[in-house]
């Protein structure tokens, strides 16, 4: 897919934040899209609807349209190439990090004088 390379989608996968920009239908602020051509546009705009049409399934009837998550499985849907639900894809890491424990913080803000 030519919009791969557009939306800079290489070998480790996309950018942070770019799903927003998918989700918002905002990824072509720059023109980058659009000075692809065509065929990129059609396939950054397709990509942008599936997403929105799913957030909002999500959003509207909790069913974004694949099954639920179930632990022992941890499908995660991607949408490049194809849309799919796939293996968690880092797989790797969640292990590495699976025995770890973070502890909450506080967001309070101290008051001045106190």
Partial sequence: MAVRAVLGIGPQGASHGLDTLLVFGTVDVDGEVTAAGPAV????????????????????????????????ERSTRVYIPERDLVPYPEERSRVLWSDQRFVAWSAKVPTPGR
């Fill in 41 to 72: 546009v059609g396939e950054a705009e397709a990509l942008s609807a599936s997403m929105r049409a799913e957030l909002v399934a999500f959003a509207t009837t909790g069913d974004p349209g694949w099954g639920r998550y179930r632990a022992g």
